[in-house]
T-cell receptor, first 115, second 114 residues
Framework: AQSVTQLDSQVPVFEEAPVELRCNYS??????LFWYVQYPNQGLQLLLK??????LVKGINGFEAEFNKSQTSFHLRKPSVHISDTAEYFC?????????????FGGGTRLMVKP | EPEVTQTPSHQVTQMGQEVILRCVPI?????FYWYRQILGQKVEFLVS????????KSEIFDDQFSVERPDGSNFTLKIRSTKLEDSAMYFC????????????FGPGTRLTVL
């Protein structure tokens, strides 16, 4: 069984500053990795995903994430945040052998961008 | 842009009552899912559904829960006899295929059991 840990429940940051949201996972098999964003009163929207290949993945809204297999991490970064990036961010994994395609989520990180 | 829709947005029910949460997945998608998020907790997988049968279910998805695709467009989650601890946000999702395919999520139904 896999698990996902998001080390920070809240991250306050000033507008135009860089940000990193941390995600670590554990799994006995190879995994797919995802970051989802949830804006208030909305569903989960995919930001980016790692399936294979290059360990640096670029997503929407200027976000990127780097897969580090040795550290079992998939941290999300943005070089300069905007007020509109204020939202809840969820890291998730799905293991390659999973027929049902179940996603296992971390606890979420609330990004709060201040002016 | 196609999207997953869910109704109602908020459902209030008495303990012991049956509820049906409805979802309309994206039309060409083949895999359907239900997740839930209890307030302040993680998003948790409940069940996945493909080809008119359950592909996988979690420990949460006990005999009180059932899913159905009653027609070509709707995907429903039924809770037979609701408990206080069933209060949560329930998300429906769909994907074209399994594996590396993106799951598209609906906006959720907030279920409150009194």
């Amino acid at each position: 069984a896999q698990s996902v840990t998001q080390l920070d429940s809240q991250v306050p940051v000033f507008e135009e500053a860089p940000v990193e949201l941390r995600c670590n996972y554990s799994s006995s098999v190879s995994v797919y990795l995802f970051w989802y964003v949830q804006y208030p009163n909305q569903g989960l929207q995919l930001l980016l995903k790692y399936l294979s290949g290059s360990t640096l993945v670029k997503g929407i809204n200027g976000f990127e994430a780097e897969f580090n297999k040795s550290q079992t991490s998939f941290h999300l970064r943005k070089p300069s945040v905007h007020i509109s990036d204020t939202a809840e961010y969820f890291c998730a994994v799905s293991d390659l052998g999973n027929a049902g395609n179940m996603l296992t989520f971390g606890g979420g990180t609330r990004l709060m961008v201040k002016p | 842009e196609p999207e997953v829709t869910q109704t109602p947005s908020h459902q209030v029910t008495q303990m012991g009552q049956e509820v049906i949460l409805r979802c309309v997945p994206i039309s060409n998608h083949l895999y359907f899912y239900w997740y839930r998020q209890i307030l302040g907790q993680k998003v948790e997988f409940l069940v996945s559904f493909y080809n008119n049968e359950i592909s996988e279910k979690s420990e949460i998805f006990d005999d009180q829960f059932s899913v159905e695709r009653p027609d070509g467009s709707n995907f429903t989650l039924k809770i037979r006899s609701t408990k206080l601890e069933d209060s949560a946000m329930y998300f429906c999702a769909s994907s074209v295929l399994a594996g590396n395919n993106e799951q598209f999520f609906g906006p959720g139904t907030r279920l409150t059991v009194l």
